[in-house]
Every structure is written in C-alpha cells, then in structure tokens.
Nanobody, 126 residues
Framework: QVQLVESGGGLVQAGGSLRLSCAAS????????MGWFRQAPGKERDFVAA??????????YYADSAKGRFTISRDNAKNTVYLQMNSLKPEDTAVYYC?????????????????WGQGTQVTVSS
C-alpha cells in the first residue's frame, strides 16, 4: 500500500505562486507514475499534470490549463512529487489531489491511478 499526503495549499492572490508537495509512504514510488488532479466546487475532478518514473521525451504531461504556468517534478530520494504553480488565477481554485499509479496508459484518466491523497485546498483570490 501507498499513502499519499499533500501539503502546501493555501490562499494566494491572483498572479502569485504556490508549491504543492506530495509525500509518499508505505513503499517507494520511484517507479510509479505520479499525477496531480484538481476538483473545483461543483465540478468533476480534472487532470492537471503527471510525470512518469523514467525520463522519456513525452514526460511530463500537462493539461492545457497548466501548460506554461505549472511544473511537476519529483525527488525519488525523498519519495516526493511537487507541483510548482505560478501565475495563479482565480479559476485555479480547487482541491488538489496527488495520485500514484504502478502503470498508466491513459495518463490523464483518474481510473488509471491506484492511490490517492486526501487533497489540499488552493484558493486564488482576485
């Protein structure tokens, strides 16, 4: 089993930055695909970003809404994945969830992920 704990959320003004962290425990996630999803009030949970365990040309992956503003990275030695979010907008307000998968084919699909954290709230004020 893998436990995921997110941190780093909070309240920030539009244009500001936050860095989310997701610490994994229970077993090493160095060979897992790690992803971030978010869910705004009254909306479905959406893909934000993901990174595979090995370096390939097509990784990392970003939703169109995140491209150019968010950066996903991982530190396998710390069993932690990060989401650096810059130029935040009010529409980025959501609960952000970390997810882990032993194998992912459709990287933006929630059902592909085996483990989920409890989420961290990000609120961007205008």
């Amino acid at each position: 089993q893998v436990q995921l704990v997110e941190s780093g959320g909070g309240l920030v003004q539009a244009g500001g930055s936050l860095r989310l962290s997701c610490a994994a425990s229970g077993r090493t996630t160095s060979t897992f695909t790690m992803g971030w999803f978010r869910q705004a009030p009254g909306k479905e949970r959406d893909f934000v970003a993901a990174i595979r365990w090995r370096i390939i040309s097509t990784s990392p992956y970003y939703a169109d809404s995140a491209k150019g503003r968010f950066t996903i990275s991982r530190d396998n030695a710390k069993n932690t994945v990060y989401l650096q979010m810059n130029s935040l907008k009010p529409e980025d307000t959501a609960v952000y969830y970390c997810a882990a998968a032993t194998y992912v084919d459709r990287i933006a699909t929630m059902s592909e992920y085996d483990y989920w954290g409890q989420g961290t709230q990000v609120t961007v004020s205008s």
